[in-house]
């Protein structure tokens, strides 16, 4: 009897111990959880909870929450970026404005003369609007407020449209600009917004292609719904600079003697993943350049 009460006492004792220990090697995981949220509280974004290996259910939120860490860091980053690069990009214009109307007022000068810088003043603060309106309907097309005015239309039309209003500045640059369309081809989307994409990419095929060069417009039907394409004998665009193109204010080095502000490529990635399509881009420095856009039928 004396034994058998010893043995119970051992074995309450040894559960309780065990007891202790389990909960102790899991309360510490949630501990390292929890000492991790603390310090990012205090702005160390960069902390991670250690991952033991014992893929035990701890470990597997350990995991989960590192995951849930770097895609905040990563937005954090992306979001520094932009306002970084938005402060830069308006800074320039504000800086030339003031530069304008400070010499003018420093020199003085006649009604004509003050007419002149007013005349670039309000140009500048028309590219500035500009500017601004473009990077509030990128903004709007990634998150998706934006508003499709969906109609079905002759995306072969449009693409005319757009052809014929760019034919003078292509023979102005002595460019061979060529189309290949159907004589029609439907498809639901915003013509607007697909006009300005189309617009967008023309621009630049003969914004960054010598003269006597040649940019071709294209649309054809495809097995999903209707493929764009704008290719052009230009300069190209280099391995290191081809991921970064679509990028916000994204302009390659050699682009900057040409007017932009590099959200051309960015405002036509965003109405294209508006209408659910993609937009890709092959090219080779000194050869040219070739922007694919597709966009899928009967898009609800
Ligand atoms: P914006 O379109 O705002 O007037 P941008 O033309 O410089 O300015 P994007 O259209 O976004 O800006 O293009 C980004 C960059 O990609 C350009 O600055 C240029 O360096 C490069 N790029 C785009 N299209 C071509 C092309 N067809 N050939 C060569 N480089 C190109
Ligand atoms: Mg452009």
Redesign the pocket.
Known sequence: MRFFGVSLAGVAFGSIFVGWFLARRALSGVDDVRQTAQSIAKGAFESRVPVKGTGDEVDQLAVAFNGMLGQIEAVLCSMREITDNIAHDLRSPITRMRGIAEVALATGGCVEEYETVVGRVVEECDRLLGMIN?MLDISEAETGVAKLNLERFDIAKMVRDVYELFQPVAEEKAIDLRIDIPDSLFLVGDIRKLQRVVA?LL???L???KAHGTVCLSAAPNSTGVMLKVS?T????SEK?LPH?FDRF???D??RS?????????LAKAFVGAHGGSISVI?TTGAG?E?IVTLPDKFH
């Open positions: 473009t967008n621009d630049n095929a914004k960054y292609t052009d230009g300069i190209g665009i600079d193109v994204y302009r390659c050699h682009s040409e007017q932009g502000s590099g959200l051309g490529l960015s090219s350049t922007f």
